[in-house]
């Protein structure tokens, strides 16, 4: 299994960035996928997660600027980032836990930068 993610960038503060994570492999099901992120000497951190079914939850830090999304006929969840700030900066790896025919399993992504300029 592969979690792909692209769509990060440069942005200037103010701006919007959406970021996608497609899947791949011999899936089964997948269960939770989330956003992290990990900016310069800081650990990583949860962004956004959104379970199969019910409601996201997000860190305080994006509520009301950030929305994540999922299309599970596609394996993909997405990260709409609205209102970008510099502090935003970082890192964003997606997550998600997936069930194979051997068991469930945790998986990262590669990364995506995502700068925030002033």
């Known amino acids: 299994v592969q979690l792909q993610a692209s769509g990060g960038g440069l942005v200037q503060a103010g701006g919007s960035l959406g970021l996608s994570c497609a899947a791949s492999?011999?899936?089964?099901?997948?269960?939770?996928m989330a956003w992290y992120r990990q900016a310069p000497g800081k650990q990583r951190e949860l962004v956004a997660a959104i379970p199969t079914g019910g409601s996201a939850n997000y860190a305080d830090a994006v509520k009301g600027r950030f929305t994540i999304s999922r299309d599970n006929a596609k394996n993909t969840v997405y990260l709409q980032m609205n209102s970008l700030k510099p502090e935003d900066t970082a890192v964003y790896y997606c997550?998600?836990?997936?069930?194979?025919?051997?068991?469930?399993?945790?998986?990262w992504g590669q990364g995506t930068q995502v700068t925030v300029s002033q």
């Open positions: 492999g011999d899936i089964l099901a997948i269960r939770g």
């Open positions: 997550n998600a836990d997936v069930r194979t025919w051997s068991a469930l399993h945790n998986y």
